[in-house]
């Protein structure tokens, strides 16, 4: 008897104790869009479609104007936000990679890089994904999101190109294993099926322990993702494709009404920072404009491209009564400094050598650091394109600053943004010294990645030399 009152007693200290720990940790959510434009939210300047959820998320929480995605594509992007590190460091840096004898394929994370929820689980958060991984070899379950810190992770899977098994689109796995299939005709849209199995997973979660959320939608990436909703727009006479791009957008901000709805309706709403953003900016994808609804509204180019439009993107964060309502950020900040301000709201420190910057101060009130540059680069060759020196990019901000160069053998570009966010005015024949520091920087900020051979070279060096990379 005494054994087993001292068991017991045993098991309600270790509850309390956890319980403690526990207490102060900020569930968190992280919505992500795919492919949505700077200009594609209401509150963010668009006027011919609806998004009333994320327009009053915005309005109850601070809505960035200076917010940039990890990358100008997929891969990188989610490479970047998930490991804080920046492209220049990130091991992704393409949708695919060169692997030898002119094979290209999708590489997975080092399995040294840890990931936010690797981080979060050291702090003893329940972790999942519902949606959108982008970070695996196929072929090796062991590179696949539920073997990289998501307790529970549902995704489905792209093919290899050079053999292995063959997965269909349709099939979600369920951490790495017996796929539940989506089934359009049952949904409006792809994301309300991701939605219902966020909201199934919520419903079983510990509630003595924070829990983090990465909902990575499909919304509004295209193809394979048109929507089974005939109503929605037909009264306003849009192409069809323009038609199925508004409303997955609009059907999108539904989905994300029903699931903050679903967290107010398990009292956790109070408790939980809620972060809204974009893996790039907008597409032309599928016979979609990016220009018939202004998607990145003012801003020079779209997806791929490393101008303000391929990049920088809407980003709201949302916490009911610790983050002041009605605010709006000019905080130059990126999916990299997702880990740092994660890892601050969790109390954990992330691991040595990121780029990642806490905006947390922003959030909360504080006086801010801001980040000294802004590095980006790009390698846009693989399987399915070929392009002059791997169609490689880079991008650098640096306050006000812009630099941009489209291929090794190009010229920088030199753009102010205070006084010309379209970046139409090149301005680097006036600021030589300028040039020079960002060319210095095009080389230091960033290093070698294995399967991305192009990138480092700011020299022109066409003529002799020739960049041996197979």
């Avoid at 038609?243 to 609009?250: D, E, K, L, P, V």
């Avoid at 009130?365 to 693989?382: C, K, N, S, V």
């Amino acid at each position: 008897m005494r054994l087993t009152l001292l068991s017991l007693l045993c098991v309600v200290v270790s509850t309390a104790l956890v319980s403690n720990a526990n207490a102060g940790k900020p569930n968190i959510v992280l919505l992500y869009a795919d492919d949505l434009g700077y200009g594609e939210l209401g509150c963010y300047g668009q006027e011919m479609f609806d998004t009333p959820v994320l327009d009053e998320m915005a309005a109850q929480g601070v809505r960035f104007t200076q917010f940039y995605a990890g990358n100008a594509v997929c891969g990188p992007s989610r490479a970047s936000l998930m490991t804080g590190k920046h492209p220049g460091h990130a091991t992704v840096r393409g949708n695919s990679a060169h692997r030898g004898n002119h094979r290209w394929e999708r590489v997975a994370l080092k399995r040294d890089e840890e990931t936010i929820p690797e981080m979060l689980k050291r702090a003893g958060y329940q972790t999942a994904i519902i949606g959108k991984w982008h970070l695996e070899d196929p072929n090796d379950r062991s590179t696949w999101a539920h073997a990289r810190g998501f307790d529970y992770a549902v995704h489905a899977q792209w093919r290899s190109r050079f053999g292995g098994e063959k997965f269909k689109p349709t099939d979600y796995y369920v951490n790495g294993q017996n796929p539940v299939h989506y089934d359009k005709t049952q949904y409006s849209c792809m994301d309300e099926f991701r939605t219902d199995l966020a909201m199934a997973w919520l419903d079983k979660v510990d509630r003595s322990k924070p829990f983090f959320l990465f909902m990575s939608y499909k919304i509004p990436h295209t193809p394979m993702n048109d929507i089974n909703d005939d109503a929605i727009y037909a009264d306003r006479g849009w192409p069809e494709v323009e038609r199925q791009h508004a409303g997955r957008i609009t059907l999108l901000d539904r989905q994300i009404g029903r699931l903050l709805a679903h967290l107010r309706k398990m009292g956790v709403e109070e408790n939980t920072l809620i972060v809204f953003t974009s893996d790039n900016g907008s597409h032309r994808e599928g016979g979609h404009d990016h220009r018939f609804f202004k998607s990145s509204g003012v801003l020079r180019g779209h997806k791929r491209d490393l101008y303000e439009g391929g990049i920088r993107v809407p980003t709201i964060a949302y916490w009911k009564g610790k983050v002041k309502p009605g605010q709006t950020s000019d905080h130059i900040a990126a999916q990299w400094d997702l880990m740092a301000t994660f890892a601050e709201a969790a109390g954990v420190e992330p691991a040595e050598g990121l780029d990642s910057l806490s905006f947390m101060p922003t959030l909360l009130g504080g006086e801010q650091p801001a980040h000294p540059y802004m590095y980006w680069e790009i390698q846009l060759d693989g399987w399915w394109r070929t392009m002059p020196t791997g169609g490689f990019r880079q991008g650098i901000r640096k306050g006000d600053w812009k630099a941009v160069r489209y291929g090794v053998m190009t010229e920088t570009q030199l753009y102010n943004l205070a006084e010309d966010v379209s970046e139409s005015n090149d301005v680097a024949a006036e600021h030589p010294e300028l040039v020079a520091e960002f060319e210095r920087l095009f080389k230091s900020a960033r290093t070698e990645a294995p399967g991305f051979p192009y990138g480092g070279h700011v020299q022109d060096y066409r003529g002799s030399e020739k960049y041996q990379w197979d």
